[in-house]
């Protein structure tokens, strides 16, 4: 009767009848902790367990089943030291580490920010299944260890595992971070050629390919797909308008958004952030404001710290740094200031403003007083002001505080593999090598011809 109450989602009544019971088994316990689980009720699930160990006498009472439902709540909960008490608790008892239980443990790991332990343990496992291998691949990629999680989805194929649509969206989550846009199109070819039904019959590929293209400044692909899917949710709409944002296309990131109302969806708080984006990227100063008095006035949306972020950047863009200090002072959202006194930073340099350059430099050293690209920029400032006394200053506070500044990198993709540049490193690489020859023979050429002298 308790499964059965649990399975209808009437917990109210399966957990009174628990409560009930004279001395309740694991079996039961387990049972309501997996119906908790499947339903959301992720708290629930880790509140019983927990109430269960007292009425143990003094022995963990746990099985196999209990790691695999509250690994399952440990992830949604991002509850990392609760997973490893019971991971340790498991290798204690010596339970049956089987496949189910793995590919448990390796997905809760990898959700709560620790894919060296997922790792760890797919290493160490005999047999692994597609699961496995997925769990595996999205802990990497939702770490931002993009370039792993691709190492894996290829030696995945190449080990005869046939992937599944979660495997594909996290692997073109990672060449979306990476910006690797030839892999990205490998694995789309891949898509269409091993499943059985349509790309366009499954919404969360389709939205993972738009956010891939987009965030790889492909437009043109993004779009064809996005008019090609039939149902599209809210995800879709948010991907393209996103994409168009920060492609620096803001008329027709604002045009998706039109059409989005149109269609009577209705828009959330992501949609926002790629609509103001928009408007910060065009400059238009009055129609992001009017946007941001919309969501409150139309939607029922409070803006959040990143919606002001925007706004404060978008007045930092036109040179309204009064504005926008305004809207800083007048929001409260502690360490989520730091965007907006950045944004207020980065635009005061550019106007040359040292009175809210230094107004914004004071609260970013109190707000991350270890950042060095903060006082690297203020330093900067004051150089260009001719304050070479102030400029120093900032620099010798740095050394005190042993502070230096992360060296600038560029990367490219050439063949399916991505070369990082780091500036003045003069390590030996032959691609390095290459580049520097073909410019040395490129400036001998514009010498020749009278470009350089």
Same mark, same amino acid.
């Given at each position: 009767? @308790?499964?059965?109450?649990?399975?209808?989602?009437?917990?109210?009544? $399966?957990?009174?009848?628990?409560?009930?019971?004279?001395?309740?088994?694991?079996?039961?316990?387990?049972?309501?902790?997996?119906?908790?689980?499947?339903?959301?009720?992720?708290?629930?699930?880790?509140?019983?367990?927990?109430?269960?160990?007292?009425?143990?006498?003094?022995?963990?009472?746990?099985?196999?089943?209990?790691?695999?439902?509250?690994?399952?709540?440990?992830?949604?909960?991002?509850?990392?030291?609760?997973?490893?008490?019971?991971?340790?608790?498991?290798?204690?008892?010596?339970?049956?580490?089987?496949?189910?239980?793995?590919?448990?443990?390796?997905?809760?790991?990898?959700?709560?920010?620790?894919?060296?332990?997922?790792?760890? @343990?797919? $290493?160490?496992?005999?047999?692994?299944?597609?699961?496995?291998?997925?769990?595996?691949?999205?802990?990497?990629?939702?770490?931002?260890?993009?370039?792993?999680?691709?190492?894996?989805?290829?030696?995945?194929?190449?080990?005869? @595992?046939?992937?599944?649509?979660?495997? +594909?969206?996290?692997?073109?989550?990672?060449?979306?971070?990476?910006?690797?846009?030839?892999?990205?199109?490998?694995?789309?070819?891949?898509?269409?050629?091993?499943? $059985?039904?349509?790309?366009?019959?499954?919404?969360?590929?389709?939205?993972?390919?738009?956010?891939?293209? $987009?965030?790889?400044?492909?437009?043109?692909?993004?779009?064809?797909?996005?008019?090609?899917?039939?149902?599209?949710?809210?995800?879709?709409?948010?991907?393209?308008?996103?994409?168009?944002?920060?492609?620096?296309?803001?008329?027709?990131?604002?045009?998706?958004?039109?059409?989005?109302?149109?269609?009577?969806?209705?828009?959330?708080?992501?949609?926002?952030?790629?609509?103001?984006?928009?408007?910060?990227?065009?400059?238009?100063?009055?129609?992001?404001?009017?946007?941001?008095?919309?969501?409150?006035?139309?939607?029922? &949306?409070?803006?959040?710290?990143?919606?002001?972020?925007?706004?404060?950047?978008?007045?930092?863009?036109?040179?309204? &740094?009064?504005?926008?200090?305004?809207?800083?002072?007048?929001?409260?959202?502690?360490?989520? =200031?730091?965007?907006?006194?950045?944004?207020?930073?980065?635009?005061?340099?550019?106007?040359?403003?040292?009175?809210?350059?230094?107004?914004?430099?004071?609260?970013?050293?109190?707000?991350?007083?270890?950042?060095?690209?903060?006082?690297?920029? =203020?330093?900067?400032? +004051?150089?260009?002001?001719?304050?070479?006394?102030?400029?120093?200053? @900032?620099?010798?506070?740095?050394?005190?505080?042993?502070?230096?500044?992360?060296?600038?990198?560029?990367?490219?993709?050439?063949?399916?593999?991505?070369?990082?540049?780091?500036?003045?490193?003069?390590?030996?690489?032959?691609?390095?090598?290459?580049?520097?020859?073909?410019?040395?023979?490129?400036?001998?050429?514009?010498?020749?011809?009278?470009?350089?002298?």
């Amino acid at each position: 009767m @308790i499964s059965a109450y649990s399975d209808m989602g009437r917990f109210e009544r $399966s957990r009174h009848l628990l409560d009930e019971m004279p001395e309740p088994n694991l079996v039961t316990y387990n049972s309501v902790i997996s119906s908790f689980c499947r339903s959301g009720f992720h708290k629930e699930a880790v509140n019983l367990f927990k109430g269960m160990q007292k009425t143990s006498r003094n022995a963990v009472l746990m099985d196999e089943f209990t790691v695999v439902g509250l690994a399952n709540a440990c992830a949604n909960l991002a509850a990392l030291e609760l997973l490893r008490q019971v991971h340790g608790a498991s290798m204690i008892m010596a339970l049956d580490f089987n496949r189910v239980v793995c590919n448990a443990l390796i997905d809760a790991y990898g959700k709560c920010g620790v894919p060296k332990s997922s790792y760890s @343990i797919f $290493s160490q496992m005999v047999e692994k299944d597609v699961v496995s291998w997925t769990a595996l691949i999205m802990g990497l990629a939702q770490n931002g260890e993009g370039e792993r999680a691709l190492y894996f989805f290829t030696k995945m194929q190449d080990e005869g @595992i046939i992937a599944n649509d979660i495997t +594909y969206v996290s692997a073109l989550s990672a060449c979306a971070d990476l910006a690797l846009v030839e892999k990205g199109k490998q694995i789309h070819c891949f898509i269409i050629r091993n499943r $059985s039904s349509s790309l366009f019959d499954n919404v969360f590929i389709v939205n993972a390919l738009i956010d891939m293209y $987009s965030k790889c400044g492909e437009m043109i692909s993004s779009m064809r797909l996005f008019t090609r899917l039939h149902e599209k949710d809210i995800v879709t709409w948010n991907s393209l308008i996103t994409g168009f944002a920060q492609n620096g296309q803001g008329e027709a990131s604002l045009a998706v958004f039109e059409m989005m109302v149109q269609e009577n969806v209705r828009p959330n708080h992501v949609t926002f952030v790629g609509v103001l984006s928009a408007c910060s990227h065009s400059g238009l100063v009055s129609e992001g404001l009017s946007f941001l008095a919309t969501m409150e006035e139309r939607y029922n &949306l409070i803006p959040r710290s990143d919606h002001y972020a925007i706004i404060v950047d978008l007045l930092g863009r036109k040179n309204r &740094l009064g504005e926008a200090l305004e809207v800083i002072e007048k929001v409260n959202y502690g360490s989520s =200031l730091i965007g907006m006194w950045g944004s207020l930073l980065a635009n005061a340099r550019v106007y040359g403003n040292l009175e809210f350059a230094k107004r914004a430099a004071e609260a970013l050293f109190e707000l991350e007083p270890k950042n060095t690209g903060r006082y690297v920029m =203020l330093s900067n400032i +004051y150089a260009n002001a001719g304050m070479w006394d102030d400029a120093r200053e @900032i620099r010798r506070v740095m050394e005190e505080m042993e502070l230096t500044k992360e060296a600038g990198s560029s990367w490219i993709e050439v063949k399916n593999v991505r070369h990082v540049f780091v500036a003045e490193d003069m390590s030996e690489n032959k691609l390095e090598d290459d580049i520097r020859g073909l410019l040395a023979n490129l400036v001998a050429q514009m010498k020749d011809v009278g470009y350089m002298y």
